[in-house]
């Protein structure tokens, strides 16, 4: 609440609202995790201690060289970024380990 003067001349206290417009994608990722969701999937964390995307058979490159990025090949990939894994990211409920890990 912050106080503001209207058109009268009387101080008035006003709500402080919040932006309208779309969360960035470092939002969304955040905001899912903070709800124990995966950032990309949505769906809920496997809850596996060490589980993540890194060590999931579902992860692979796309791409090569330093311009190679991970996906989940259970979705639906686009080329772009709105797509990409991070490594580190713990595992979804779909997370399936690597055999000798
Ligand atoms: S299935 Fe595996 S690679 Fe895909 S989002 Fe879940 S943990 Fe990550």
Not at 29 to 40: E, K, Q, V, Y
Not at 65 to 82: I, Q
Request: hydrophobic share 25%.
């Amino acid at each position: 609440m912050t106080p503001q003067t209207d058109l009268f001349g009387d101080t008035r206290t006003m709500p402080v609202l919040a932006p309208l417009g779309r969360e960035t994608m470092q939002q969304r990722h955040a905001r899912r995790l903070a709800h124990d969701r995966h950032p990309l999937t949505n769906l809920p964390l496997c809850g596996i201690e060490g589980a993540t995307c890194g060590n999931c058979q579902h992860r692979f490159r796309r791409g090569g060289g330093a311009r190679s990025y991970n996906k989940c090949d259970l979705m639906r990939n686009t080329g772009g970024p709105g797509t990409d894994l991070r490594l580190k990211w713990p595992g979804c409920m779909s997370w399936k380990g690597k055999v000798g890990t």
